[in-house]
């Protein structure tokens, strides 16, 4: 009997201790016919509306790369929000909500998408009137990822800028990737690599780049910081235990702060502030900060009730002492000034053909201040050992496109390096197009900072009932103008236009709406139309 109670109270400690046998409350979301339903993951956006059934998926615990949001809304009116994680499921014929923390139901606030996101925005994650910097919208971005990697130096970030000015590319937002600094938690740049880091700062501001730094929440084990951030308790600790727990990441082993300790988040802002007044740097790349990191399970952290995304909300807030700012990794947050990005994907066709739906996504999350992967991928292993011929320009150029008429864009493979003149022009004139679209965009972003509306909108959200939840190879920016680039290595594509309106096309060509039209898409084309009321 000792045995069997031995065993009994072990069961009941492991249930506890990895959250099993906890009261769960289930939801279901009918998939009737006619109600499509967008949510929970930025990263899914190529599932939605979701249509097919999928496993199940934990918010406390995945993120798929990207950002994460307790949201579920639909294109009948109704929604859910919760502020704790949950789990959910597909069906074939219902989502299946599950949560450990609360009783989530369903609202309702008029009939369409877009008033079920303007209620659930207003209530739960309201607009702030706050945007990042300007510079994010009017001009493109450039990341030195791709072309150094983990050789980030001052001789080749300076030579991708000039290459940016030769190829007469428009300026912009500059970011210098991991590696230049000496090691995790150190903030000096590495002398070797960068002899004069002020005076390479003040070269790309006089060029007229802004600058901005990767950097991550990870300290070096035993490093001089490690010792002295371990010392003020400014570090995630061990389950039980006093000392700093270590953490797997992609990098390797790290010990991480704990910036649900208000002590430690003020220490990690001095820190930067500092580095913006002896260098001149203007903001700063936010990465990690995925959920996965953080199992509450395991480690020990200043707010005594934190879980997983509670680490990723300290990491986030970081962000809102930096106008020049950016994310992949979130929780919540939705209607702040942060800039997001879409998490790396590969070099390929497929990921160029869901970059759209990521970002209808991402905008029905409550991020509308996002940007798309870097062109042509962000995942560096797909470029490794290419040389130019290897590379499908057409590609580039299309994914080039799919970026010109988003919120932002990002270059990071040069493609002055791997295309020839005439495609190079074509991916050229991309960048010129989103400068021009600028103020345009901006605009959006300022009605957006008060509304809390996407920039970037599906076609449901913008014309409900006409046929277009299912739609996601094309969108709205703002309300005047419909984008629908070449996702694939075709010539030709079918682009559906609201009724009620007439369009004009990118060549001058009227068009009535209510119909679909078959066009001739070239390599140097992109078809937007203007909407004429």
């Not at 971005?141 to 590319?169: C, G, H, P, R, S």
Request: hydrophobic share 40%; glycine share 8%.
């Amino acid at each position: 009997m000792r045995i069997k109670s031995t065993l009994i109270l072990l069961i009941i400690f492991i249930n506890q201790f990895y959250g099993y046998g906890q009261t769960e409350s289930q939801l279901d979301l009918p998939l009737d016919k006619g109600e499509y339903w967008w949510g929970g993951v930025v990263a899914q956006g190529s599932s939605m509306p979701y249509l097919k059934p999928a496993k199940e998926f934990d918010l406390a615990r995945e993120n798929w790369n990207n950002q994460v949001v307790p949201l579920f809304i639909s294109n009948k009116g109704r929604f859910i929000w919760s502020e704790k994680p949950f789990k959910f499921e597909i069906f074939s014929d219902k989502i299946v909500i599950k949560s450990g923390s609360e009783n989530i139901k369903i609202q309702q606030s008029g009939a369409t998408l877009k008033s079920a996101f303007l209620a659930a925005s207003s209530k739960y994650f309201p607009a702030s009137g706050i945007l990042p910097a300007e510079e994010f919208f009017i001009k493109p971005q450039y990341n030195t990822w791709i072309e150094l990697m983990y050789n980030q130096n001052q001789t080749d970030v300076l030579k991708y800028a000039q290459d940016i000015l030769d190829n007469n590319f428009p300026t912009g937002v500059l970011m210098i990737d991991d590696n230049w600094q000496r090691y995790y938690g150190n903030f000096d740049f590495r002398a070797e690599k960068f002899p004069d880091p002020k005076g390479m700062v003040q070269k790309l501001h006089a060029q007229g780049f802004k600058v901005m730094l990767w950097i991550c929440p990870f300290v070096s084990p035993d490093s001089p910081e490690y010792r002295e951030l371990a010392s003020k308790g400014y570090l995630i600790k061990k389950k039980g235990k006093s000392e700093p727990a270590i953490l797997n990441w992609w990098n390797g082993q790290s010990a991480c702060y704990d910036l649900t300790n208000p002590a430690a988040f003020d220490h990690f802002v001095s820190i930067l502030k500092k580095m913006q007044k002896d260098y001149g740097i203007d903001g700063f790349k936010f990465d990690a900060g995925d959920n996965a990191f953080y199992n509450e399970n395991f480690i020990d952290s200043y707010a005594k009730d934190a879980t997983s995304v509670d680490h990723t909300l300290a990491w986030a807030k970081l962000g809102l002492e930096f106008p020049f700012n950016e994310y992949r990794a979130g929780w919540k947050m939705g209607g702040q000034p942060l800039v997001q990005r879409l998490g790396d994907k590969t070099y390929s066709w497929n990921s160029v053909r869901i970059l759209i739906p990521d970002m209808i996504a991402a905008g029905l999350l409550g991020y509308a201040y996002t940007c798309p992967d870097m062109i042509g991928g962000g995942e560096f292993s797909t470029f490794l050992n290419k040389k130019a011929e290897d590379f499908d320009q057409s590609l580039i150029v299309r994914s080039a496109q799919v970026h010109a008429l988003m919120p932002m864009m990002q270059y990071s493979v040069a493609p002055w390096r791997i295309l020839n003149k005439e495609n190079l022009e074509i991916v050229r004139q991309c960048a010129v197009l989103h400068e021009k679209f600028g103020s345009y965009i901006l605009e959006n972003a300022k009605q957006s900072s008060k509304t809390g509306e996407p920039i970037l909108r599906h076609m449901e959200y913008s014309f409900p009932g006409q046929g277009f939840a299912a739609v996601t190879d094309q969108f709205m920016l703002g309300d005047k103008y419909l984008v629908a680039p070449v996702v694939d290595n075709r010539l030709q594509r079918e682009v559906k236009l609201p009724k009620g309106f007439r369009w004009k096309d990118d060549l001058g060509k009227i068009y009535k709406g209510g119909k679909t039209y078959k066009l001739d898409v070239p390599l140097t084309r992109l078809p937007y139309f203007e909407i004429i009321k």
